[in-house]
């Protein structure tokens, strides 16, 4: 069976294979028909196994360490398939010796100098081995290999002389990250990993997720935030090492390993003291991935990626190496209050009696709805339940929002019209293991990173088919197996053109219909103008990509529909939502593991904000604040009167600000100017305003508005919870003391509210998380204890603890227990290019910089490979201007305009232009106007109609060299290509007399 082969059934239907007795050093061993024999021996005994990481990985088969013998034949366990009756012996002579000459050879290509080395840290696969194996000395002496350490990649780096050539980091770049930049060079006279075939790392095509980082056995690959840090000697000059490393190599043969190793022990153990592990989760997007932050003081040395339930080994560029940002001399320390000169830093006695003193008059002169907060979906779900209930609970009003109103809330709509829940109907896992993926308005690699991943990976390895609808081509479009550019702001028609062709053609799921969902023959109905042809017309797509489009999703036995800002920012967007929903219903797609609507949220706690409350018209859990059983519910949980009525979303907010009616917002943790459409309509609003409250870690552009700054913590200084796009909620825990006299929301919050006369005594998030639990349903079996660590819940999760990863399973939350269909149509995009706006312009996020980038611009490394932003136009374009890359142009809207360089690529085609968000020269929203979806208000972001001016000015290419979509060249393969290092002539598999060329054991 080949390397390949053996991956896919490593991970593929071995829980539920059958089990089968094996024997193991004689004992009788159940294992699971099929799976990697190192599994079964490992559970039973402890062996050597330096590449073999888990079941995800797969079998590598380059160290042979792992070798044992079944039925009287030395194999490698990790390359072995588990058969019923095979005999395993792990402790003969000849498996012993066979496994300690490949250790040896390994330490041919490695130097153990462990009590000088940063990564002695318990955790290193080689120097662990060593002391298992009890080595003392080692055979094959140690040759540095001829090439220089690469230093190039701004976050970490490659030393090819301690690199023992697992190729562990390989297999994780081509099969978990899927970015394809790594491989072995087996034919190299002194093989070594190469990036994109043989570039320095700098200016390949490595996204710097840290995969390969993580995985690395050894100190080969390693952080440079670690790199005379975490030693103690570690950090001393060069020279001054290099010298004891001689000494420690020339007394080696004398006292042999074990003395030196007692040494490298010690000063391991001593390691514990001061560096510290805290586990988080990270605080960028809704992938939700968690891992340990390793903390010397308020050095942050490393991210470690291993358990999380999201996400395991994986990280993106942003969890991994960006948080300069915490420790940054700009984080806000203190209180600032306005004056005429300014802003002054006050104490928090000063900054919270100026707040409380004004709320008060504000609230008597102007009563309760002249106020308003917005919730960040950056803080935990305790911080925003307290701001949601500060709002309801003391103030008295409803106005409260959360930033979802920019993004997410159209899908939410769209799927409580349909199905019932707003959240995706299962976990990243069903997304993996669907047979089809359709990605609508979603650059998932870049904006969902390693979500990505887990469909790269099905796709490459597995046969998932996809398919992308993006007017731009994103990576995932360039990998899809149909992508397609629909005319943008008309997904809705191609949806439900496919819906009718569900019915028309026999492949609507009758069965599952007439049983689960509601209202089929007013939906047929309201499909009968979107046939094909329609569809082709509106969408300017040909019927023939159409219809084969319909053939795949009629053909896939499960779909997922995945969508984000593409659908969401559009004046058609709860509409369009809900059209991805009926199409999921009429085909069946629902109550099954591997199926469903997923809409990637956005920030890392935006589900979270919007389980919580914080949105005008519904109370924790998505109780509605118009129930008046719900109302009376909350009155007798907080004791006090609430308002009836439902109260102002953000926009709301802001044109009561205009008429007079909205006088006094306190908002966290949200860059409203940089955030929201038409900036200079929302300036003008804040600047109407009697008392502007902001909390945030950073002084950002809408602070400049403010009356009162806020220092607030970040992730990192607090505990809580996050809920990921999966609806997974997870622990995070404080790695570090907050900066300054900065401090955590929630008690920011309890400050104010108590000042108010609120009376809260919350001492803990844990305890807001009980009280969440005692009112909200869906968070009713929530508790600390049992998100302890790495444990996760999904809502869901009823009060013994039971969650749900897969929503529906027995029904949807109707009264019926059925789903309904609703009927939607169409109307054009509101502002569509013309004769005097002749472009339309796309934005959207960018890999490395997380939206405007005020947390990613403080990240040394990511802002030296990205510095700058630029507008992406198609070569079409160019020609027709007669401008070329670095070209600066002023891009003009309807509602302002901003200067920028140009890029030119074959991302975007024809008149459209791309900007990404990130910016430190102004948001793109100077040039977005206020049209929005009529059902939540979330403005149309993307459709927006500009023209261009060229300027005079010719400049730079705006990508540096050192960015990977600068000169990248990815090399594709299914794996680390081990067939290719057996064939070297001076290979030899330990244990065996003479050159052999092995096969592993069937
Ligand atoms: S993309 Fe770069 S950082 Fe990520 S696994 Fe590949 S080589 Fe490593
Ligand atoms: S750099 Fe790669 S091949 Fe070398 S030791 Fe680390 S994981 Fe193994
Ligand atoms: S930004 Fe998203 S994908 Fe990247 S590490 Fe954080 S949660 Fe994971
Ligand atoms: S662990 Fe099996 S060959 Fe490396």
């Known amino acids: 069976m080949s390397t390949l082969e053996l991956v896919k059934t490593s991970v593929v239907g071995v829980e539920a294979a059958a089990k089968v007795g094996i024997s193991i050093n004689g004992d009788s061993v159940i294992a699971a028909d099929g799976e990697l024999l190192v599994e079964a021996v490992l559970r039973h005994k402890e062996i050597p ?18 070798m044992v013998e079944v039925d009287g034949q030395l194999v490698r ?7 019923s009756g095979i005999n395993v012996v792990t402790e003969s002579k000849r498996a012993k010796d066979a496994r300690a000459e490949a250790f040896d050879v390994i330490l041919g290509n490695h130097m153990l100098y462990c009590t000088v080395c940063d990564n002695n840290n318990e955790n290193c ?31 970490y780096r490659y030393d090819p002389s301690q690199c023992i050539l697992c190729g562990q980091c390989v297999q994780a770049c081509q099969t978990v990250q899927v970015n394809e930049t790594l491989s072995i060079g087996w034919e190299l006279e002194h093989p070594r990993v190469l990036w994109d075939g043989g570039m320095q790392i700098g200016g390949s095509s490595c996204v710097s997720c840290g995969h390969c980082i993580t995985v690395c056995p050894c100190n080969a690959l390693m952080e440079k935030s670690m790199l005379g840090e975490a030693g103690f000697l570690s950090g001393m000059p060069k020279e001054s090492l290099n010298k004891m490393i001689d000494v420690v190599k020339a007394i080696e043969p004398e006292m042999g390993y074990g003395a030196i190793m007692q040494v490298s022990q010690t000063e391991s153990k001593m390691r514990e003291e001061r560096i510290k592990q805290t586990k988080t989760v990270c605080t960028y997007c809704a992938v939700g991935c968690s891992y340990d932050v390793w903390t010397k003081d308020r050095k942050i040395l490393k991210i470690v990626p291993q ?6 080994i994986s990280t993106c560029v942003k969890g991994k190496f960006g948080w300069d940002f915490v420790n940054h001399e700009e984080r806000l320390q203190k209180p600032l209050i306005r004056t005429e000169n300014g802003f002054r830093e006050a104490s928090w006695e000063e900054a919270l009696s100026l707040i409380t003193e004004k709320l008060g008059k504000i609230k ?9 907060i917005v919730v960040s979906s950056k803080t935990t779900n305790e911080d925003g339940y307290l701001m949601q209930k500060f709002a309801r609970a003391v103030i008295g009003t409803n106005n409260i929002d959360n930033c979802s109103r920019y993004c997410q809330a159209p899908a939410t709509t769209g799927l409580f019209r349909t199905v019932g829940y707003g959240g995706d109907a299962g976990s990243i896992e069903d997304i993996a293991k669907s047979k089809l993926v359709v990605i609508v308005g979603a650059n998932t690699a870049e904006a969902h990173p390693v979500l990505a991943t887990r469909i790269k990976r099905a796709h490459k390895l597995f046969g998932q088919r996809l398919i992308v609808a993006d007017p731009r081509e994103n990576e995932m479009a360039r990998r899809a197996n149909i992508h397609f550019r629909p005319r943008p702001g008309t997904d809705l028609v191609w949806l439900c053109a496919m819906s009718r062709y569900m019915f028309d053609h026999g492949h609507a799921k009758l069965d599952f219909i007439a049983r689960w969902v509601n209202n089929e023959a007013d939906f047929r109905k309201s499909l009968e103008p979107f046939t094909m042809e329609y569809a082709a017309r509106i969408c300017k797509v040909p019927v023939e990509t159409l219809e084969l489009i319909a053939q795949e999703m009629a053909a896939a036995d ?31 797609n629902y109550m099954r593991p591997g199926c469903g609507a997923y809409p990637l949220r956005g920030h890392n706690n935006v589900q979270g904000a919007g389980d919580i409350g914080a949105a005008p018209n519904i109370y924790p859990g998505y ?17 006090v009167p609430l308002s009836p009525n439902i109260g102002m979303n953000n926009h709301a907010m802001m044109e009561g600000a205009y008429d007079g009616t909205f006088r006094a917002l306190y908002l966290a943790g949200e860059d409203m100017i940089s955030a929201d459409s038409n900036v200079a309509w929302i300036a003008g609003a804040f600047e109407k305003l009697d008392l502007f409250v902001v909390q945030d870690i950073f002084f950002s552009e809408t602070c400049r508005y403010a009356d009162v700054v806020l220092p607030a913590a970040p992730a990192l200084e607090k505990d809580g919870t996050f809920t990921n796009t999966e609806r997974r909620i997870q622990r995070l825990y404080k790695a570090l003391p907050e900066l300054g006299d900065s401090r955590a929301d929630w008690k920011i919050t309890q400050e104010i509210a108590n000042r108010m006369g609120a009376g809260w005594n919350f001492q803990h998030p844990s305890d807001i ?18 998100l302890e660590g790495y444990n996760t819940l999904q809502w869901p999760v009823a009060a013994d603890g039971t969650d749900q990863p897969i929503l529906y399973l027995n029904g949807f939350p109707f009264p019926d227990n059925k789903a309904k269909f609703h009927p939607v149509s169409f109307t054009e995009p509101e502002e569509q290019p013309d004769e005097d706006f002749d472009l339309f312009l796309n934005n959207g996020r960018q890999l490395e910089h997380f939206h405007e980038g005020n947390m990613t611009y403080r990240v040394g490394g990511i802002r030296e490979e990205t510095p700058e932003r630029y507008l992406e136009i198609s070569q079409d374009l160019a020609t027709e201007r007669g401008i070329e890359t670095g070209r600066w142009v002023r891009v003009i809207s309807r509602h302002g305009s901003l200067v920028i360089k140009v890029l030119v690529t074959a991302r975007v085609e024809g008149k459209q232009v791309y900007l990404p968000l990130f910016s430190q020269e102004g948001p793109v929203n100077i040039l977005t106007g206020s049209h929005a979806d009529d059902a939540t208000h979330t403005p149309a972001y993307k459709e927006t109609a500009v023209k261009l001016k060229i300027l005079p000015k010719q400049g730079d290419n705006p990508l540096r060299p050192l960015n990977f979509r600068y000169s990248g060249k990815p090399t594709p393969q299914t794996g680390v290509e081990v067939e290719r290092k057996w064939k070297r002539a001076d290979y030899r598999m330990p244990g065996t007399p003479k050159l052999v060329q092995i096969q592993p054991a069937k």
């Open 364 to 372: 008597k002169e102007h009563g309760p709805d002249s106020i308003g």
């Open 125 to 155: 696969r080689v120097h662990n081995t060593a002391l298992a194996l009890n080595v003392e000395h080692q055979e094959h002496p140690f040759k540095p290999k001829p090439y220089e350490v690469d230093m190039s990649n701004p976050f």
């Open 49 to 66: 196994h330096i590449c073999y990481h888990s079941p995800l990985m797969g079998p590598i088969q380059t160290c042979d360490t792992c």
């Open 623 to 639: 109780q509605s604040v118009n129930d008046p059983e719900m109302h009376a519910k909350f009155e007798q949980a907080w004791g």
């Open 769 to 786: 998380m009980d009280e969440l639990a005692s009112v909200s349903p869906i968070h009713a079996g929530v508790r600390y204890d049992r």
């Open 77 to 83: 366990s990790c390359g072995t398939k588990v058969t």
């Open 558 to 588: 499960t779909m997922c529909i995945l969508w984000a800002m593409g659908v969401t920012q559009h004046i058609r967007a709860s509409d369009t939502s809900t059209a991805i929903s009926n199409l999921l219903l009429a085909t069946g």
């Open 307 to 312: 358990h999380g339930d999201a996400n395991q």
